[in-house]
């Protein structure tokens, strides 16, 4: 492959710039609808006009480029490439923005290459995929998909300031919001960082994601007594916390015995009220359960909450509350077949696999035919400020994209 130095260069500055932003004392963190977003946003615009399409925004702050070429412009369905803006508090500066730009330059160098395309491409920056400010994730493909609802509207972050009115101050109308979706999509692509350590570790170059993992959480709440630490004696006490500690001691054997590959992770947890000396009233957390396997999911599911309703024997209230249940995902096989074909054409080291991540592209999915392709990033690192992808990982996946989009748009 002989490099495009102008397009390599553009890599870098490209994400270099758009990692810049969204930084305060010290930690990365853009979320929906915050003056880092707003930031984002326009640096994004700038990019998208200066690869010569033109910039607009949805009603809920996806941003689109695109390129309307044709008269019969909105009868007509369209190829979607990006990936999403926003990162997680204290976040790298390549899970999103990577493909945000391997999308617009894929786009932008396949016109360049190729002319006008027959079937119109357009690039997309996701508005809020991670849910890091409001415990509701795929926000913006959501909004396409799907539609959001008054539930979501209503949604409040952790300062109590809801979506809708969050999206207000924002300058966006929350009335507006069901105009952002969408029956008019042709394809959706997505290329994202692996966010895991295999390609890495097989010196693979190109991951072709063929099945999103299934992601189920559950939110807890175990309510026993408050009492004096130094006078209640350990037999009559209703300690919420000791009852969580038991169950959630027991998650590995639970999750094993239904599947090697499923995971579940108590990541968050509170004790009320949180005193050295007080017995623990009040216990809360969540469980993120995941697998390959829809079937699995569901057993997982129901082993848990067996297990949770076991605890009551404990003297203490256990209520909970199913807040995901995304299942599994299979990604569309001609996509997968196509980007095989260009991947070996250009004898790019790849390999076929699944993600244990969820992406937007699990969204699309949904209604539309869809694919999501990964690059390696260092040491697997991710969610984390030391997440890095090279420049000539991002190149290869520019020209992939660009092979594909010439099969499918030309
Ligand atoms: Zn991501």
Redesign the pocket.
């Known amino acids: 492959m002989v490099r495009n130095v102008e397009l390599f260069k553009k890599i870098d500055s490209y994400i270099n710039s758009l990692g810049q932003i969204g930084i305060k004392d010290g930690i990365r963190w853009r979320s929906i609808f915050t003056e880092a977003d707003r930031e984002a946003k326009m640096l994004f615009k700038d990019f998208i006009e200066k690869e010569g399409l033109v910039a607009s925004e949805d009603a809920v702050g996806n941003v689109y480029g695109r390129l309307e070429n044709s008269e019969d412009y909105d009868n007509v369905k369209k190829v979607l490439v990006g990936?999403?803006i926003d990162t997680v508090r204290d976040g790298g500066a390549f899970?999103?923005a990577a493909?945000m730009i391997i999308g617009l330059l894929a786009v932008a160098e396949s016109i360049k290459r190729f002319g006008s395309p027959k079937i119109p491409i357009e690039v997309i920056a996701l508005a809020e995929?991670?849910g890091s400010r409001y415990s509701m994730a795929y926000v913006g493909s959501k909004a396409i998909v799907h539609g959001l609802g008054e539930k979501e509207l209503n949604i409040e972050d952790e300062n109590g300031i809801s979506f809708k009115n969050a999206m207000f101050q924002a300058g966006y109308d929350p009335k507006q919001v069901a105009k952002a979706k969408r029956g008019d999509i042709l394809t959706y692509m997505e290329a994202?960082?692996e966010?895991g350590p295999v390609l890495e570790k097989t010196a693979s170059k190109i991951g072709i994601v063929e099945r999103i993992n299934g992601i189920f959480c559950l939110e807890v709440e175990i309510v026993g007594r408050e009492d004096h630490a130094g006078t209640t004696p350990m037999d009559m006490r209703q300690d919420s916390l000791v009852a969580a500690a038991k169950f959630i001691a027991k998650l590995p054997d639970i999750t094993a015995k239904i599947s090697r590959s499923a995971t579940a992770t108590v990541g968050k947890i509170k004790v009320e009220p949180g005193s050295s000396n007080v017995v623990p009233k009040k216990t809360t957390f969540t469980i993120d359960f995941r697998d390959m396997d829809s079937d699995n999911l569901r057993m997982l599911n129901h082993a848990i909450q067996l297990e949770l309703d076991h605890l009551q024997e404990n003297d203490v209230r256990v209520s909970y509350r199913l807040a995901a249940s995304e299942l599994p995902v299979d990604l569309d096989k001609n996509l997968v077949d196509l980007c095989e074909r260009v991947v070996k054409d250009m004898e790019i080291p790849y390999q076929k696999m699944n993600s244990g991540?969820g992406?937007d592209a699990q969204i699309f999915a949904e209604r539309f035919p869809s694919m999501l392709l990964f690059i390696p990033c260092k040491n697997g690192r991710s969610h984390s400020p030391v997440e890095h992808a090279s420049s000539d990982d991002m190149y290869m996946a520019v020209e992939v994209f660009v092979g594909m989009l010439r099969k499918i748009a030309w």
């Open positions: 990936s999403h899970d999103g493909g995929e991670e994202h960082i966010q991540a992406h």
